[in-house]
């Protein structure tokens, strides 16, 4: 569940404060003047009602704390008149342990967005920086340069002692190249508020139940204990199982792992039927899910005024429970080297540019051709001269090395931004191959006769001929039925990167006034490798060694 604010502002989750609530303390003193934004000093955490999902049997805050925070939960019973009379019976039962627990904290940051400039060029070069207590963890190198888009993806790992280390501090700083680092903002956690909540906001539940691979249950306690422990808690009786762990009955209702799971398990390591089952019905219970929950960066600079957002979630586990599962993998993807090899065959129907000492109308046609958002790979064919019936035979290959993730679709380029750059620029652009058919002049700009621009993603499917090639990709039948009226239904594109190889004729077009006009057609084939099956099979470019894969021969 990827929530788009504060998990303490989920309305379903009511401020995590369902437990005790906080209000914070300020110095005493003149009134605050409008715009100002004192800093608490500390908070006070009370609670006045047992919660509501178990009025007969109450919780409370631990006790104790630190300077400038006070914890209580209080009630107010009715005195006896009769003498001898026993009080009214205790609400709150069920108190946590009194004394401050130890807990491993794991704080994962997968991104941050919408951060404001720190530097002149209207980027920034934000890390991470993770305080609970006195420890600060973050590395001031790992920085991604040039950016206002971050991706992390780290995870911090500390442990503390609740509630005597309870705000967990997450800052975003800008990485400057002579220290000090300027804040761009930061948000705090309360950790207490999170540990002590019934939504069990300590640890997001997964939907699903593994025993291994990177979904794998994080918990420290499985699925049927921890549904054990939420009935005592709601006041109703342990959950009682059938012996094959299928079937569980808890407050009176029966809950059938057939209900959930239709068939057997997809999962490779599903677990064992009872601990699914018990999953399910957590998941039944408006606890808090495995989330992402993103949170605004303020600055005290500039109070008030969001300095940007990060997405991030906390897992908390005491440590008297035992030890926690294994942390989630939560590294930024990397990209794959792939290779898209383009052989050039044949152009048709192109435009006559120029005209001979004849008369005659004719073109000198070459190729030119690259990906989107690497110009410096620009290649083109060798130059079909002086044809006058726009037709060209070239028999040459492009080859594109580039990178790509898989996850986004996106091409990952990395560039400088500037000659003195230290750092590279990440930029992200859909895989499209751009190609353009010109008329080669000696004593003038050489002219444009048409533009293809294909996304490997979305590949238009090729026409078999050039006869059957029109301007519009949806137009593109396999085969004409000159007498047949009815529309040919819109074929859907092809994925490259699944396909791998495709061939045939595309249309290439001009931009008019009136729109796009077919300005000529390209015979192509289009083959996507690896980086490693670039190896195994190499290709030269144009007609170079080694020319096979195919071998091209000259036309």
Not at 85 to 91: D, F, K, M
Request: aromatic content about 8%; charged content about 25%; overall charge neutral.
């Amino acid at each position: 569940q990827i929530y788009g604010c504060e998990l303490e502002a989920v309305p379903e989750f009511e401020g995590l404060q369902d437990f005790c609530q906080t209000f914070p303390l300020y110095k005493p003193g003149r009134p605050p003047l409008p715009g100002q934004h004192p800093e608490p000093v500390g908070s006070f955490k009370v609670g006045e009602t047992p919660t509501p999902w178990d009025r007969g049997a109450g919780t409370g805050p631990p006790e104790g704390g630190h300077r400038g925070v006070s914890q209580g939960l209080f009630r107010i019973y009715p005195v006896p008149e009769e003498p001898g009379v026993s009080p009214p019976p205790r609400c709150f039962q069920r108190l946590p342990p009194s004394k401050p627990q130890e807990c491993l904290v794991r704080v994962y940051i997968v991104r941050a967005f919408d951060l404001s400039p720190r530097d002149v060029t209207g980027l920034s070069d934000p890390y991470v920086r993770v305080a609970l207590g006195r420890k600060t963890l973050g590395e001031r190198d790992r920085y991604v340069p040039n950016t206002l888009e971050p991706v992390f993806g780290r995870m911090f790992e500390l442990t503390a002692t609740i509630p005597l280390e309870k705000d967990l501090r997450v800052t975003i700083m800008d990485h400057d190249k002579v220290p000090p680092d300027q804040e761009i903002g930061s948000t705090t956690i309360d950790l207490e508020n999170r540990l002590l909540s019934h939504f069990r906001a300590h640890c997001g539940l997964p939907t699903l139940y593994h025993i291994a691979g990177p979904a794998c249950w994080r918990d420290q306690l499985c699925p049927s204990r921890t549904l054990e422990l939420l009935a005592g808690l709601r006041g109703l009786p342990a959950p009682l199982f059938n012996p094959q762990g299928t079937v569980v009955t808890l407050d009176g209702q029966s809950f059938e792992l057939g209900h959930f799971e239709s068939g057997p398990p997809m999962s490779r390591h599903p677990g064992a039927p009872r601990e699914r089952l018990a999953l399910h019905v957590l998941n039944l219970c408006e606890l808090v899910p495995e989330h992402l929950e993103t949170r605004s960066l303020q600055s005290s600079a500039q109070p008030g005024l969001e300095q940007g957002k990060v997405q991030m979630w906390v897992d908390i586990f005491p440590t008297s429970l035992g030890p926690p599962g294994p942390p989630v993998n939560i590294d930024p993807r990397k990209a794959e080297g792939y290779e898209l090899r383009c052989v050039v065959w044949n152009v048709r129907d192109t435009e006559l540019a120029d005209t001979n000492l004849l008369g005659q109308r004719m073109s000198d046609i070459y190729v030119s051709g690259w990906l989107d958002g690497l110009p410096e790979q620009r290649q083109q064919t060798d130059v079909h001269y002086r044809s006058r019936d726009g037709r060209g035979a070239f028999n040459w290959r492009f080859v594109f090395p580039f990178e790509f993730l898989a996850a986004e679709k996106l091409c990952a380029i990395r560039h400088k931004e500037h000659v003195w750059s230290s750092d590279e620029t990440l930029l992200k652009v859909p895989p499209k191959l751009i190609l353009q058919v010109w008329d080669n002049d000696k004593f003038k700009a050489d002219d444009l006769l048409g533009i293809l621009e294909l996304e490997l993603t979305r590949l238009p499917r090729p026409a078999p001929t050039a006869r059957l090639c029109r301007a519009g990709p949806q137009d593109l039948p396999w085969f004409s039925w000159p007498r047949c009226r009815a529309p040919v239904p819109a074929r859907s594109p092809l994925n490259l990167f699944r396909r791998r190889r495709a061939r045939g004729w595309w249309p290439c077009t001009m931009q008019e006034d009136s729109g796009q006009r077919l300005s000529g057609k390209l015979e192509l084939t289009l083959e996507l490798l690896t980086a490693q099956e670039a190896e195994e099979r190499p290709a030269g470019k144009g007609r170079e060694e080694p020319n096979k894969h195919p071998t091209l021969p000259e036309p």
